[in-house]
């Protein structure tokens, strides 16, 4: 009798059971990855949050990424944001969530909650607690923090007011809310770099709990109780807007110089006309683009995230604002 090759009858066998004929079809199917989900929570609908989703965009596009973008909170604050949060959770399969937190302390529950139920965290543009996540605490469980340092470049706006004015006068700050760590810090920043010029002094801190009209508001009335101010400095988008609009309208242009933080299109016009000083341009593309990458480490390669990842930021002035290579930091809606 003819003997029929071993081969032959283990391929045989392994054709009547179903079995896969060939060794890369098994190695193609043990190769494949589920899809990863990411989403982005931000902190509300503003031309920063809007700029750092491109970045997001952009990196999760790269990377195959499925990405899915909450509603923007129409205001600041645990109240709205929370339930969108939520509402985002709610619908399953999120790997990873990155979130502006709208408060230091309110959205740790919550976020402890999803965190419990198996999704990473990553805070962006602001933080837990005081942000050390390195340390035992409650709320220790994001994978990082990505963000600007605040601290950092509230000094250095300090600093380059300090200069404009001849290193003396007294200043006004207005800014959003108090349980809010990018701003706090900001805050706490240039009250420190103005402490290196005595000559100079900060005479009032007004919250406008994000409303740029509010800050218009505040900004006029304090100009009036203290007309001696000669500058001012509004922490983000919509306190630098309305503290810009308050000192047009009482016609102080030029006697009053403005600092500002985030680089939206409006401030930078602003700039150019000559109506404000100086902006603080963030990177929230670049800071979108790296919680995307860094969670996607994290889950492919098992990656150490860094604990705290800071991207720097640049000033706009009056003399670099027209410059070509300065316009990749201007926002957009």
């Known amino acids: 009798?003819?003997?029929?090759?071993?081969?032959?009858?283990?391929?045989?066998?392994?054709?009547?059971?179903?079995?896969?004929?060939?060794?890369?079809?098994?190695q193609e199917a043990v190769?494949?990855?589920?899809?990863?989900?990411?989403?982005?929570?931000?902190?509300?609908?503003?031309?920063?949050?809007?700029?750092?989703?491109r970045g997001i965009r952009q990196k999760a596009d790269e990377l195959g990424v499925n990405l899915i973008v909450s509603e923007y909170p129409?205001?600041?604050?645990?109240?709205?944001?929370?339930?969108?949060?939520?509402?985002?959770?709610?619908?399953?399969?999120?790997?990873?969530?990155?979130?502006?937190?709208?408060?230091?302390?309110a959205l740790i529950a919550p976020l402890k909650k999803l965190h419990?139920?198996?999704?990473?965290?990553?805070?962006?543009?602001?933080?837990?607690?005081?942000?050390d996540y390195s340390k035992d605490t409650e709320y220790s469980f994001p994978l990082a923090y990505i963000g600007t340092d605040n601290h950092l470049g509230g000094v250095r706006v300090a600093e380059?007011?300090?200069?404009?004015?001849g290193e003396k006068g007294k200043l006004y700050i207005n800014t959003t809310n108090p349980d809010v760590s990018s701003v706090s810090a900001r805050v706490a920043g240039f009250k420190e770099g103005i402490t290196?010029?005595?000559?100079?002094?900060?005479?009032?801190?007004?919250?406008?709990?994000?409303?740029?009209?509010?800050?218009?508001?505040q900004t006029l009335s304090a100009l009036q109780k203290n007309p001696d101010i000669v500058g001012v400095f509004g922490t983000n988008v919509f306190s630098a807007q309305g503290v810009y609009q308050a000192v047009v309208n009482a016609g102080l242009t030029g006697a009053v110089k403005i600092a500002s933080?985030?680089?939206?299109?409006?401030?930078i016009n602003a700039l150019k006309e000559g109506?404000?000083?100086?902006?603080?341009?963030?990177?929230?593309?670049?800071?979108?683009?790296?919680?995307?990458?860094?969670?996607?480490?994290?889950?492919?390669?098992?990656?150490?995230?860094?604990?705290?990842?800071i991207p720097g930021f640049e000033f706009f002035t009056k003399e670099n604002v027209n410059d070509p290579d300065m316009q990749k930091f201007i926002y957009k809606k």
Request: without cysteine; glycine residues 8%; proline residues 6%.
């Open 160 to 165: 380059h007011l300090a200069e404009m004015l």
């Open 196 to 217: 290196n010029f005595p000559n100079m002094e900060v005479i009032g801190v007004d919250y406008n709990l994000d409303v740029q009209q509010k800050a218009m508001e």
């Open 116 to 131: 419990e139920q198996g999704i990473e965290i990553i805070t962006v543009d602001t933080f837990l607690g005081d942000g």
């Open 275 to 309: 109506q404000v000083d100086l902006v603080l341009a963030q990177k929230p593309a670049e800071i979108g683009s790296m919680a995307v990458d860094w969670g996607y480490k994290f889950f492919t390669e098992n990656a150490d995230v860094p604990n705290k990842v």
């Open 74 to 105: 129409k205001s600041w604050g645990p109240e709205a944001q929370v339930p969108i949060l939520e509402a985002t959770a709610a619908r399953g399969g999120i790997d990873l969530i990155m979130i502006a937190p709208t408060s230091v302390d």
């Open 261 to 267: 933080w985030d680089a939206t299109e409006t401030l």
């Open 1 to 26: 009798m003819k003997k029929i090759p071993v081969l032959v009858l283990v391929l045989l066998f392994a054709a009547s059971l179903g079995l896969p004929l060939f060794a890369g079809g098994a």
């Open 31 to 53: 190769g494949e990855e589920e899809e990863l989900t990411f989403a982005f929570v931000p902190g509300i609908a503003d031309p920063f949050y809007f700029t750092m989703e």
